[in-house]
T-cell receptor
Framework: KQEVTQIPAALSVPEGENLVLNCSFT??????LQWFRQDPGKGLTSLLL?????REQTSGRLNASLDKSSGRSTLYIAASQPGDSATYLCAVDNTDKLIFGTGTRLQVFP | DARVTQTPRHKVTEMGQEVTMRCQPI?????VFWYRQTMMQGLELLAY????????DSGMPKDRFSAEMPDATLATLKIQPSEPRDSAVYFCASGLVNSRNTIYFGEGSWLTVV
């Protein structure tokens, strides 16, 4: 059974810092891995999707890497801003089902 | 702007009552998911459909929960009878999973059972 773990569970940083959020999964037979953002009281918004054949994806200040063999992914946020405050969840696609981690709650203060 | 629409957004009900949550997936998407989110368990997959056929509902308590897709524009999740432990946010999501694209989430139905 696939299990997805995210570290840290919560993070509070001053504006401008570069951040790394971690995601690990137990079954490396995945189709893809995605990073989502969830704002309080809202649904999830997809940030980045990495196919199993890819090593990384970039969008603006966000960069996500995937090491399938070791069961790890990292989300790198450059020059963090207060607007980045949200919960970040990673999810792995096993047989067309997305299995989610428990998330990292990020607060960026001015 | 295409989006997944869920109703109701908020529901407070008494224990034992029937609750029905509805979801309109994005037009053209072939896969619909129901997730439940709680502080303790995080996001759990309850059930999902491909081309309206149920593929997996192993995450759902069968004695009280049921999920259906009467047509391509409507998915429903029913709880009967509801219990306080069912209090959670229920999310519907849709996607074109065969193409390995992302899935799109609705804003959730916030359920409180008292």
């Amino acid at each position: 059974k696939q299990e997805v773990t995210q570290i840290p569970a919560a993070l509070s940083v001053p504006e401008g810092e570069n951040l790394v959020l971690n995601c690990s999964f137990t079954d490396s037979a995945i189709y893809n891995l995605q990073w989502f953002r969830q704002d309080p009281g809202k649904g999830l918004t997809s940030l980045l999707l990495i196919q199993s054949s890819q090593r990384e994806q970039t969008s603006g200040r966000l960069n996500a890497s995937l090491d399938k063999s070791s069961g790890r992914s990292t989300l790198y946020i450059a020059a963090s801003q207060p607007g980045d405050s949200a919960t970040y969840l990673c999810a792995v696609d096993n047989t067309d089902k997305l299995i989610f981690g428990t998330g990292t709650r990020l607060q960026v203060f001015p | 702007d295409a989006r997944v629409t869920q109703t109701p957004r908020h529901k407070v009900t008494e224990m034992g009552q029937e609750v029905t949550m509805r979801c309109q997936p994005i037009l053209g998407h072939n896969t619909v998911f129901w997730y439940r989110q709680t502080m303790m368990q995080g996001l759990e997959l309850l059930a999902y459909f491909r081309n309206r056929a149920p593929l997996d509902d192993s995450g759902m308590p069968k004695d009280r929960f049921s999920a259906e897709m009467p047509d391509a524009t409507l998915a429903t999740l029913k709880i009967q009878p509801s219990e306080p432990r069912d209090s959670a946010v229920y999310f519907c999501a849709s996607g074109l999973v065969n193409s390995r694209n992302t899935i799109y989430f609705g804003e959730g139905s916030w359920l409180t059972v008292v």
